[in-house]
């Protein structure tokens, strides 16, 4: 690898490091450090049946009586080896919490993500060689229309029309096959939207380009055009725009798990609201931005390997672009 590259992966990752500890203090200020804290409003609440002796126990237990700048070093000492603390409620480990429940989120986010680049490559398909008169049109609005109907009503018309009117699956066995798989095109409709706009955008561009007019020339075939030469220039983008919604497809599959009756990160995080289980909710609130920020972080660190028109200059990222270039380049950093 170049100097130049090492010079600005040191760079994003050290960018990556700030940013993660500064959403950890974040998170830990609002949970822990403002006046009328919610861990005291907790405890202190006579609705939740606390006795003197269980409120001293738990502060001990939280590490509540020690200076607020220890609990916050070793807090994030903790986070970093793995100890995310007790939960209020159970008095078990945090990460234990999740351990449970995170392996059904990992395989809802990431086939609906598989649905979502599936769904998003056929749409972008037909805006290319579908003829117009046969809806081309049509297809290109598709990404306008995903993206206005939210995954929660797209979910309750499939568990409606597929669980209780087909039998396609049960709705008490959410963690079934197809109760998966549906639960994934709920998620991954919404996100296709956005990949779908971009990867249109970029194949009309690529679709210009005078390679694509020679290739039609020899008598290449659709498809062969389509995954052999549109496909990969156009989809580099993509990857930025996969990063950029990883927030989304977290977030939409807590809503996902709600509403398929699935449990997992969602059903820990709507339990731990309603109970107010503090440590467990700063946990998975840290966790989230780790993903985010390490997401993006790979994003960046692999648009100048798959994109030889990148260029780095001084630990930053720039594009070289000509009059016959397609559009030009997406970053994380230029679109936030």
């Known amino acids: 690898m170049s100097n130049a590259y090492l ?129 081309q049109n049509l297809l290109r609005d598709f990404p306008s229309l995903f993206l206005s109907v939210p995954n929660f009503v797209i979910g309750l018309v499939l568990i409606n029309v597929f669980g209780f009117q087909l039998g396609v699956f049960r709705v008490i066995q959410p963690d079934s096959f197809w109760a998966t798989f549906f639960a994934a095109v709920a998620l991954g409709i919404p996100i296709s939207a956005q990949i779908a706009e971009v990867l249109i955008a970029n194949l009309d561009s690529e679709a210009r380009q005078e390679y694509a007019t020679v290739a039609r020339g020899r008598g290449l075939g659709q498809a062969r055009l389509f995954a052999k030469h549109l496909l990969k220039p156009s989809a580099l983008p993509v990857v930025t725009v996969i990063a950029l919604t990883v927030g989304e497809l977290l977030g939409g599959s807590l809503i996902t798990e709600t509403v398929f009756g699935r449990t997992g990160i969602g059903s820990l995080v709507q339990r731990s609201v309603s109970t107010q289980d503090l440590p467990v909710l700063q946990a998975v609130v840290s966790l989230a931005a780790v993903v985010f920020v390490l997401v993006n972080l790979i994003a960046d660190l692999l648009y100048p390997l798959l994109d030889p028109r990148v260029k780095l200059i001084g630990g930053a990222k720039s594009r070289t672009t000509t009059a016959d270039d397609g559009p030009a380049d997406i970053s994380p950093e230029a679109a936030s």
């Open 7 to 135: 010079t600005y992966a040191a760079k994003r990752l050290v960018q990556a490091v700030i940013v993660i500890v500064l959403a950890y203090v974040l998170t830990f200020v609002v949970v822990s450090i403002l006046p009328g804290d919610p861990i005291s409003n907790v405890l202190n609440n006579p609705q939740n049946g606390f006795t003197e002796t269980e409120i001293k126990e738990i502060i001990a237990a939280q590490g509540l009586d020690r200076p607020v700048l220890v609990q916050l070093v070793d807090s994030f000492t903790g986070f970093v080896t793995g100890d995310l603390g007790l939960s209020m409620r159970s008095s078990r480990p945090v990460v234990t919490l999740i351990a449970e429940v995170l392996p059904s989120t990992l395989i809802l986010a990431s086939t609906g993500l598989g649905v979502a680049l599936l769904l998003a490559i056929v749409v972008a398909y037909g805006t290319q060689f579908v003829p117009v008169r046969y809806g």
